[in-house]
């Protein structure tokens, strides 16, 4: 056979070949399966007693709907090619209790992924990392009870996340603070689980737009009333976290009847006091910063001063909006007190807010150097009371066995007369007997004194006062003490 003939014939056989390969690479592609229905771009292959999902699914689906099966598992690798195009998955009412770490390589795509009612117990760690555009995720209805702090790591589209009806115990605050926070996450239900203690203070510091997508309705909370501040703050926000299903905000009283009680009655049940909304304060000088907190993101605000000036660019150096809406009030004053007003605006929400600025008519340093005035005051007035009750009750007594006992002995009585208690109606016998030593003071040796006890006199006065007793009482009548009294003084 010539050559040419031979080579004509191979270049045949491997033409059929591709022929024939060809519709069966259509069929994998662009064929429905036999055990779903197609429309368009949507696949549905629920309630089919399906145990697997099908592998040779086509590459233009966009949604797939596999719910209402018998599949226990999502393995790696359920579909042996890249789906590009799907964007919805529904897995739901499957008995699904496994999930692989790889099961979402070949759909990255996915923007809805319904995993609900089925008996999911945990989710492991970095599980859902490769849907980075996923936007909604909804796994109510499980047996969770265990969730890693970086199973949602990654999801930085995800904006809705159903987690109620399930076992969860621990409120998963890494999801809406800290640095692995979901920034898009709009609305986060918890309700109907096993969650018995709210990180309130985290909760109230959250933005509204956080707190008005976050239900825990339906748990076993423990009554206190912190936890009722907090939701009658947001009732008074009006977010619809705290109005949607107001019925089903219930806690466990604290006490051992374990009664339930409406959240919203514990100021009845537990004497709660009613909450107020705080005024913001500030002090001369300082720069200070209004949050329009408002319940939607994105919306555009209009900030109004005290006496009905809007603020606009240009009209005042001191108050300025800031990108992100909110107020900066520089180098504040006194008259800068007063109600600022907060108008938002967007296409399904108008919000008006208010805040209330108190400024104190002085800085914030010096009010610090006041009170270290007035301690410093206070101290040395203390210190000034202790000196005194030293010199008053603890000055040194009269010592017997100082060496100038003799010279000053009469000195000391003269002049110790002054503090002496004097009798009034005693017999001066009795006391001659006690052998206590009576000193008088004659009207005229006071002149020329003033008034003062002369005391180069002492051993003449000394001499008189131990004379007889008529004598002594005839002294009586005729003298006064040192003390300007005209009784004697026994020293």
């Given at each position: ?10 270049w ?11 519709p ?18 949507i ?29 226990t598992?999502?393995?790696?690798q359920?579909?042996?090619h ?17 999930i692989?770490?790889e ?7 996915l923007?809805?992924?319904d ?50 009806q ?5 409120f ?11 920034d ?5 239900d ?21 707190k ?5 309705h339906?748990n076993?909370?423990?009554c ?14 009006r977010?619809?976290s ?29 004497n709660?006091?009613?909450?107020k ?53 520089k180098?504040?004053?006194p008259?800068?007190s ?11 929400l ?21 009170l ?37 002995h ?20 009795t ?13 005229k ?20 006062a ?8 005839k ?8 003390v ?8």
């Amino acid at each position: 056979m010539p050559p040419s003939i031979n080579w004509c014939i191979r270049w045949a056989v491997c033409l059929s070949c591709i022929l024939a390969l060809i519709p069966k690479i259509r069929g994998s592609t662009l064929n429905c399966h036999k055990m779903c229905i197609c429309a368009s771009n949507i696949v549905s292959c629920s309630k089919m007693n399906l145990t697997m999902i099908p592998s040779d699914l086509p590459n233009y689906t966009a949604v797939l709907d596999i719910s209402f099966n018998e599949i226990t598992g999502l393995r790696a690798q359920w579909t042996k090619h890249k789906l590009p195009n799907l964007h919805n998955l529904l897995l739901s009412h499957n008995g699904l209790s496994f999930i692989s770490s790889e099961a979402f390589i070949f759909v990255k795509q996915l923007r809805y992924l319904d995993l609900s009612s089925n008996v999911l117990r945990q989710l492991d760690e970095f599980i859902f990392e490769p849907l980075i555009h996923l936007e909604v995720l909804l796994l109510y209805n499980n047996h969770i009870s265990q969730i890693d702090r970086t199973a949602f790591l990654g999801l930085g589209s995800l904006q809705k996340l159903y987690l109620s009806q399930n076992l969860v115990s621990r409120f998963p605050l890494e999801l809406v603070k800290d640095k692995n926070r979901l920034d898009k996450l709009s609305l986060l239900d918890l309700s109907s689980n096993r969650i018995k203690v709210l990180p309130i203070q985290d909760l109230q510091a959250l933005p509204a737009y956080i707190k008005n997508g976050l239900y825990f309705h339906n748990n076993t909370l423990i009554c206190d009333c912190e936890l009722y501040s907090l939701m009658a703050h947001w009732n008074i926000r009006r977010l619809n976290s705290a109005l949607d299903f107001k019925d089903d905000h219930t806690c466990v009283h604290p006490g051992p009847d374990k009664r339930v009680l409406r959240l919203y009655e514990l100021n009845i049940h537990m004497n709660c006091s009613t909450f107020k909304e705080t005024d913001r304060e500030a002090y001369l000088e300082q720069t200070l910063i209004l949050d329009c907190d408002t319940r939607h993101r994105e919306m555009s605000k209009t900030w109004m001063l005290p006496g009905n000036v809007v603020v606009s660019p240009g009209n005042n150096l001191s108050a300025v909006v800031l990108p992100d809406g909110d107020l900066e009030l520089k180098t504040i004053r006194p008259e800068d007190s007063g109600v600022y007003t907060c108008f938002a605006v967007s296409e399904y929400l108008n919000e008006t807010l208010y805040v209330v600025v108190k400024v104190h008519n002085f800085t914030l340093n010096g009010n610090g150097d006041t009170l270290n005035t007035a301690y410093t005051t206070l101290v040395g007035c203390l210190a000034s009371v202790v000196l005194v009750l030293i010199y008053l009750y603890l000055t040194p007594c009269r010592c017997f066995c100082c060496p100038d006992k003799s010279k000053n002995h009469h000195e000391d009585s003269i002049h110790s007369s002054m503090l002496s208690v004097t009798p009034t109606h005693e017999d001066m016998a009795t006391k001659a007997e006690l052998n206590r030593h009576v000193a008088f003071i004659d009207p005229k040796d006071l002149q020329g004194q003033n008034g003062k006890v002369n005391p180069n006199g002492d051993e003449e006065v000394d001499e008189e006062a131990m004379q007889g007793k008529g004598k002594r009482k005839k002294s009586v009548a005729d003298s006064i003490s040192s003390v300007f009294s005209d009784t004697p003084i026994v020293v």
